[in-house]
T-cell receptor, first 113, second 111 residues
């Protein structure tokens, strides 16, 4: 079974704090993605990566940043959290071949107070 | 810019019925199309993947079809069960390796 992990699952944090959402996968996938999803709403791609040292911004403008130093790890960082960042953040990964399914983590529900 | 649309936005049917969910996309230059299931507050689970050269895929009671030229896909669920209640999303993998999602169909199966 595929494994992709996100931590923490839930986070409540004060305005102005710096936070890092962790995402790790054990499948050796090159492609990794971060999506933002408000309750009952669609997913918006905010960052993606083709592989190590490769990162791209997605379709939705985001104040977050990402890094890809290792294949298995794709953390997302908010330098200064704001209430508008309150949302669910979903990480996904996929293999290089087009016939490989994408796998999602369980998500991190972030609340900024 | 690729746009993925799912109709209907919500669907409620009695248990046992067969049903069809629709997905359309504006740019036919895709590598594959996937159907996902999302339970409330959870991540997504991939149900079926159809490569651009394929017409359909089946898994148990689920059958997904793809007509790339017309930009359409359907997900057929046979003999629906209350456990099928969830949000179903389709997504296309396109150039630049981006996975673009529709807004989903919220399905409720009534016992």
């Amino acid at each position: 079974e595929a494994d992709i992990y996100q931590t923490p699952r839930y986070l409540v944090i004060g305005t102005g704090k710096k936070i890092t959402l962790e995402c790790s996968q054990t499948m050796g996938h090159d492609k990794m993605y971060w999506y933002q999803q408000d309750p009952g709403m669609e997913l918006h791609l905010i960052h993606y990566s083709y592989g190590v040292n490769s990162t791209e911004k997605g379709d939705l403008s985001s104040e977050s940043t990402v890094s890809r130093i290792r294949t298995e790890h794709f953390p997302l960082t908010l330098e200064s959290a704001r209430p508008s960042h309150t949302s669910q953040y979903l990480c996904a990964s996929s293999g290089e071949a087009t016939g490989v399914k994408a796998f999602f983590g369980q998500g991190t529900r972030l609340t900024v107070v | 810019k690729q746009e993925v649309t799912q109709i209907p936005a919500a669907l409620s049917v009695p248990e046992g019925e067969n049903l069809v969910l629709n997905c359309s996309f504006t740019d036919s230059a895709i590598y594959n199309l996937q159907w996902f299931r999302q339970d409330p507050g959870k991540g997504l689970t991939s149900l079926l993947l159809i490569q651009s050269s394929q017409r359909e895929q089946t898994s148990g009671r689920l059958n997904a079809s793809l007509d790339k030229s017309s930009g359409r896909s359907t997900l057929y669920i046979a003999a629906s069960q209350p456990g099928d209640s969830a949000t179903y999303l389709c997504a296309v993998l396109q150039g630049a390796q981006k996975l673009v999602f529709g807004q989903g169909t919220r399905l409720t199966i009534n016992p």
